[in-house]
């Protein structure tokens, strides 16, 4: 049976007057290519959903495409985009930083209190977030978060198999399956590859030269 996430946390923080509580989570920060993206969603204060949240990756594709707009219709939403550039400069740690600073910023209002999945907010005070390991799992706020930017993030890698055909983006979404590893040695690198990944002199020296 699939685990429900819910809005207890939200609630004991409402009741403690932080009436603007982002749940925040990132896709793609173990992917071979494509960007990282992170979403950061606000619900109203002591909201009463009509729908279930659960964490992205126990959802099918359709039951997170038809959460999607539910979400999006009661929540104010922010999106963070970080590409294969900056992630190949800065590495992987920071982009998703990067990331989840832009879902911020891209919010139309200031929260009041963050709670994300796994990590704080470098260099922010600590006062004001909580960083939850398997939060998608237990906190709505951040369920819809990570249902938001999978979704997003998904739409965009069905984009990119179109630009880049061969790699099969839009199946395996630039994780390291099989099948992705046998199209980067049948076609080398796309210029969507995490060039800066560990794992790639040791896979794939001779493509590195």
Known sequence: MKMQATFGLESELWEKGFDLIAGIDEVGRGSWAGPVVAAAVVFPKFFKPTFKLFDSK????????????????????????????????VGIGKATQKAFRAAIRALDIEPHYYLIDAFYIRGWKKSNQTALKGGDRICASIAAASIIAKVYRDTLMRELDQKYPGYNFAAHKGYGTASHQEAIRQLSFSPMHR???????????????
């Open 58 to 89: 126990i959802l099918t594709a359709k039951e997170r495409e038809k959460l999607f707009p539910q979400i999006r219709e009661v929540a104010r939403i922010g999106l963070g985009i970080i590409g294969v550039d900056s992630i190949n400069r």
């Open 195 to 209: 060039k800066s990944f560990n794992l790639f002199p040791t896979l794939y020296p001779e493509l590195l030269v």
